[in-house]
């Protein structure tokens, strides 16, 4: 019995398993479990999604170029007998073939095997079956096991990160992003191969890009954004976790765009107003046609999506409780985020902040101006007549900054204009006038400025920058001191989180108001500070690069004084927390405090962040050299840079499994070669044996700290 009318389910893709258990939809006699599976008509299987005590979400999809009736069949067992629910499903075809329905009135704790089949035939084609699991109940004190991963990228690569969880009897697949790449081919970070590419079929709808002499392409259109999912999840290792375990996923960047912010792409530095709002949505509907994410809406529809409820309206973020052992709390890193702080097109000569500015925001943040002031960089006011001159030099070298990246005259000398518009770095000035004295006729020559008299204030270029329209100096590679105070300073003029004011009223109710033992949160992008200390003697670094630097401000550290007020004031009140996080395709133990750490999970498939420092050392300078040096310590040095760090390496793939029973906690990293997911071993996943690393940590919710087993 459908404890909901026909029509109430066709409408909501909603439906009530049964107390008892079914007879057959109809006379046709219950395929068994040797019905024909058909891979072809369902090519990228099951899935099931955000399972509570009560309630799982279930995913297929078809495809036919002609309508196909859907029968959804639910049991309590593998052969089908003991069925919950048995139900036609209505035809689709404005969600790209794909199905999500809401199962509801399960019992917790349980496992279900379901299956779409395609008509009423005895012989009709079925979709491979699924198992999934409910939560246990928000009382029970039972044992949780889930794993947890992390970017997947496909082309050139297999998944072989995933066969060992495939041994294993979990309650959920934990995905924290990235579970799809937006470009193809992109010669910093991606391969193609003969079976594993993907050339896009709207090549009109997608993006180009170019990188030095390479070019490739970025999703753009609804069409490309559904081809990447759907040959994503042809990958038969992923299609077979999926089938065995319900997931709970969230995005990252690279399901959208890489390093966006809100709807906003970052692949031009500054060059170019990257804002796409259609974009964006076209992003978030594929990706909620493909996932089985459970988005809660009002009215219980699952597809098709409507387009305004989709950027900036949708809600990812969400909580999940799995009995006494976890509260799930599922963070949103980058829907609402603010720009990066420090501008991709920022002219390094320019000023952040000048002196005016810091004497009066000094004060407010317990700082003496008289004691900060001489700490930071001397500056040229331009303002006075008797500037002109150096004015005019330095309105040319921006100016010209401006036209190399492909401005034209009037757009460059507006560029110029803002630039130069509170006075210079003396540094910057002085190689403008290197450069122009070395031409100039010897009457005509200018002198330097005397530092000693001049403003002193904060210029982009003492935060790493050294080149206009780049992500070196602004997502990547930044002075960590100069950055701090650039993240204090400003925070003065308020809110400065990735997390949107609902979403962060939300987890502090959240983590406040939990009983449960330990509290998972899922954060896309690493809370774990990422310092390379290049001072290190033995990295003999030149001069110029001798500073504590942090890797990458796309990350938490591009918030550091926001991640602060969250672990002092919400995960360490709260007691118990576990961080969970990727995106940086290394691994990290970490132990913020007493009361919480954190894991950051490896990729299962993308490049190691190794090995792209590795790749980023062009030439033979003695930069490149340095570059190398670092690659090949980045292990060494990372963990040096941050002693909060008690486990890293930046060379392997992997996953993250955890296991929580009582008070006790175990989170485990399983590790591959990073050449290992060139080759695929689907077909004899115990070959990686001997190259498998496990390493185990233990700790207790009355002990959290980290300690290494293995």
């Not at 009995?323 to 097109?345: C, F, K, N, Q």
């Not at 310092?531 to 003697?537: C, E, G, I, S, T």
């Not at 930069?623 to 980045?634: D, G, I, P, S, W």
């Not at 695929?680 to 185990?696: F, G, N, Q, S």
Request: net charge negative; proline share 6%; aromatic share 8%.
């Amino acid at each position: 019995m459908l404890s909901i009318t026909r029509r109430r389910f066709l409408s909501a893709l909603a439906v009530a398993a049964s107390t008892t258990v079914l007879p057959s939809l109809s006379a046709t006699p219950n395929p068994t479990t040797s019905a024909r599976v058909s891979r072809t008509l369902f090519p990228q299987s099951v899935a099931s999604g955000d399972p509570r005590p009560d309630r799982v979400l279930l995913w297929t999809r078809v495809e036919s170029t002609t309508p196909v009736t859907l029968r959804l069949q639910v049991a309590e067992d593998a052969a089908f007998e003991r069925l919950r629910v048995d139900t036609q499903l209505p035809s689709t075809t404005d969600s790209d073939g794909c199905i999500k329905v809401r199962v509801e009135s399960l019992s917790p704790a349980t496992s279900y095997h379901y299956r779409f089949i395609a008509g009423d035939a005895p012989d009709a084609p079925t979709s491979p079956h699924g198992r999934t699991r409910t939560a246990p109940a928000p009382d029970a004190d039972v044992p949780v096991r889930f794993a947890f991963l992390s970017c997947q990228d496909y082309g050139g690569r297999w998944y072989n990160s995933l066969l060992p969880l495939l041994e294993e009897d979990l309650d959920f697949v934990l995905h924290l992003g990235d579970f799809i790449y937006e470009t193809a081919g992109d010669p910093q970070f991606q391969q193609q191969s003969a079976d594993r590419a993907i050339a896009f079929d709207d090549l009109d709808g997608a993006i180009r890009l170019e990188r030095g002499d390479s070019a490739y392409y970025a999703a753009r259109s609804l069409d490309n954004y559904r081809q990447l999912h759907r040959t994503y999840r042809t990958d038969t290792a992923l299609q077979t976790l999926l089938e065995r375990a319900p997931l709970v996923a969230v995005w990252d960047d690279h399901e959208f765009s890489d390093d966006c912010w809100q709807d906003v792409g970052t692949y031009h530095d500054g060059t170019r107003d990257e804002r796409d709002r259609e974009r964006r949505r076209n992003a978030e509907q594929a990706y909620f046609e493909y996932l089985p994410v459970d988005l809660e809406l009002a009215d219980g529809a699952q597809l098709p999506v409507a387009r305004e409820r989709l950027f900036p309206n949708v809600q990812i973020w969400r909580g999940l409780r799995f009995g006494r052992a976890l509260d799930l709390l599922v963070t949103d890193y980058r829907s609402a985020r603010p720009d990066h702080a420090i501008p991709e097109d920022a002219f390094p000569g320019a000023l952040a902040f000048d002196e005016a500015a810091l004497r009066a925001r000094l004060p407010r943040l317990g700082l003496d101006p008289a004691q900060v002031l001489p700490t930071l960089m001397p500056y040229v006011p331009l303002d006075a007549p008797s500037a002109a001159p150096l004015r005019a030099i330095a309105h040319a070298g921006a100016t010209r900054a401006a036209q190399a990246a492909g401005f034209d005259p009037a757009a460059a000398a507006r560029y110029a204009d803002a630039a130069i518009a509170d006075g210079i770095a003396l540094p910057v000035l002085a190689a403008m006038l290197e450069a122009y004295n070395a031409t100039a006729d010897a009457g005509a020559r200018m002198p330097l400025p005397d530092a000693d008299g001049l403003p002193r204030g904060l210029p982009w270029m003492a935060l790493g920058k050294t080149t206009a329209f780049a992500d070196i100096g602004s997502r990547y590679v930044v002075v960590q001191s100069s950055f701090d105070l650039l993240a204090a300073l400003r925070a003065l003029d308020g809110d400065q989180s990735p997390y949107a004011s609902d979403q962060q009223a939300w987890l502090q109710s959240r983590m406040r108001g939990t009983d449960a033992r330990f509290k998972v949160v899922a954060s896309s992008v690493s809370f774990t500070s990422l310092v390379l200390d290049l001072a290190n003697p033995a990295l003999d670094a030149p001069e110029a690069m001798r500073h504590r630097l942090y890797l990458n401000v796309d990350h938490w550290d591009g918030f550091p004084t926001e991640r602060a007020r969250l672990l002092s004031e919400v995960f360490d009140p709260a007691g118990g927390t576990i961080l969970l996080s990727g995106d940086i395709h290394a691994g990290f133990a970490t132990q913020h405090s007493e009361r919480t750490v954190e894991f950051t999970t490896a990729a299962v498939s993308s490049d190691t962040i190794g090995r792209i420092v590795e790749r980023s050392a062009s030439g033979d300078g003695a930069q490149a050299q340095a570059t190398r040096r670092l690659a090949a310590a980045l292990d060494t040095v990372v963990a040096h840079g941050n002693p909060a760090i008690r486990y890293a390496q930046t060379r392997r793939h992997g996953v993250g499994l955890v296991h929580i029973a009582g008070e006790a906690a175990e989170v485990q990293f399983i590790e591959l070669p990073e050449d290992v997911s060139r080759t695929r071993h689907y077909d004899a996943p115990r070959t990686l044996a001997p190259l498998l690393e496990r390493r185990r940590f233990v700790f207790s919710r009355d002990d959290m700290r980290i300690r290494r087993r293995g």
